[in-house]
């Protein structure tokens, strides 16, 4: 009976502890396949993921998508979100979930954008295409917040890749 109860004292304990810390993590999303009009096609949209924890709960949420022209994605922004194609040096589309935005919010998410040269940018028909994707109920990106973001100025950190900073979390990088 003593080495039940001190085995579920030490469980308890581990459980207690693994709840109290932050912690950041890295990865992928994968989209397959999609659909524009008439056409069709089987190509896979990669999102690269950064993820923000205090213990098992999810503080924010943030998917990266080096948009390019040559893709069949590119089918779904519109003429004028094309435009940003030919004036930013790099075209970021992310996909933000903010579970508490009293820790983690949208906007200081954008201010680590703008840190990293990036200003945001309104794309409503590609968000509309990839909310309406059959693996959008899947990620839930209804409680996802879809943005656009435009690198025109060189970023103000010295680290070639983008590097997202918020206080309290490891300094996390992705290449793009």
């Known amino acids: 009976m003593k080495f039940f109860l001190m085995a579920m004292l030490v469980v308890f304990s581990g459980c207690a502890a693994y709840k109290n810390y932050n912690q950041s993590t890295k990865g992928k999303v994968v989209i397959r396949g999609g659909i524009y009009q008439k056409e069709a096609w089987e190509d896979l949209l990669v999102f690269q993921r950064m993820s923000w924890y205090h ?20 089918k779904w922004f519109s003429a004028s979100e094309k435009e940003f194609f030919t004036k930013c040096e790099s075209f970021l589309v992310t996909v933000g979930y903010s579970a508490d935005p009293t820790k983690i919010s949208h906007v200081n998410f954008r201010e680590q954008m703008k840190l990293n040269g990036y200003d945001d940018v309104i794309i409503n028909n590609f968000a509309s295409y990839l909310r309406t994707h059959p693996s959008a109920a899947e990620w839930r990106f209804q409680n996802y917040k ?8 060189p970023s103000r950190l ?15 990088e992705i290449e793009l």
């Open 55 to 74: 213990g098992v709960t999810l503080y924010y949420d943030a998917l990266f998508y080096k948009a390019d022209l040559n893709s069949p994605f590119s």
């Open 146 to 153: 879809l943005m656009g973001f435009c690198k025109r100025s």
């Open 158 to 172: 010295s680290t070639p890749n983008l590097a997202i900073n918020f206080p309290s979390f490891r300094h996390l």
